[in-house]
């Protein structure tokens, strides 16, 4: 089985209804809750156009230079689920992705993909010539995917999650207000422990530190990562 079959499988089975990621974007203004559904959704689709349209197998390597946000989810679980192995550099990479102001600055790869993080999942306009849009790309691909492979190192990655979520001290009723980057050990690592333990994940992007309290109140958030909100428990 794939990373994201292990992850998602348990969640799905638990509750598919159930909040998984509450993002917050504070610049934007914007404030978007993807269910166990909606994000496999996502990743589903991801997976689909990576394989479909990329030709990604098992095996191959998919750079994410994303930071932490809903979209970005979406992006690792497809790539772990159509069985590639992420990595967070671009050079002989067979796709990266990027944000839209990476792009003059990624190492070559075989393919370049701009990710634009809308809010809604806008897609991007004006984007140089052999530059791939995500958003536009990836939504006419299906929501359920089937896999052929696994991606060497699999379980290495999945231990590694499930070492840092008891690290964290995450049971399955927690949910994790973050306010840094996901990559620790292995990239998306904190997105993955979160996921591994059954457990729920509110990430803020550009912060404003005076919302947090009333946040983490009405998301109900019981443990932070990244950022001190009294008299919650911080991880480190």
């Not at 589903?44 to 930071?67: C, F, H, M, Y």
């Not at 998306?188 to 457990?199: E, F």
Request: overall charge negative; hydrophobic content about 45%.
């Amino acid at each position: 089985m794939t990373i994201t079959d292990q992850v998602l499988g348990s969640l799905l089975r638990a509750d598919p209804a159930r909040p998984r990621i509450t993002h917050y974007d504070d610049a934007a203004g914007s404030r978007v809750e993807l269910s166990g559904a909606t994000l496999a959704n996502w990743a589903a689709k991801t997976a689909n156009w990576l394989r479909d349209e990329l030709d990604i197998q098992p095996g191959d390597s998919v750079a994410v230079l994303l930071p932490p946000h809903w979209q970005t989810a979406g992006v690792l679980l497809g790539a772990w689920w159509c069985g590639a192995t992420v990595v967070t550099v671009a050079t002989g990479a067979a796709v990266a992705l990027c944000g839209v102001d990476q792009i003059g600055e990624v190492a070559q790869s075989d393919e370049l993909v701009a990710v634009g993080l809308d809010a809604l999942g806008a897609g991007i306009a004006g984007l140089p010539p052999g530059v791939r849009d995500f958003a536009t790309e990836v939504r006419v691909h299906g929501d359920t995917f089937r896999p052929t492979g696994s991606s060497p190192g699999a379980e290495t990655v999945l231990a590694t999650a499930r070492a840092q979520a008891t690290a964290l001290g995450l049971a399955a009723e927690d949910r994790l207000l973050c306010t840094t980057c996901w990559d620790t050990e292995i990239p998306g690592g904190i997105l993955l422990a979160v996921l591994t333990a059954g457990a729920s994940l509110v990430q803020c992007t550009s912060t404003n530190l005076a919302a947090l309290p009333h946040r983490c109140a009405a998301e109900r958030v019981t443990v932070t990562v990244g950022v001190e909100v009294p008299p919650l428990r911080r991880a480190s």
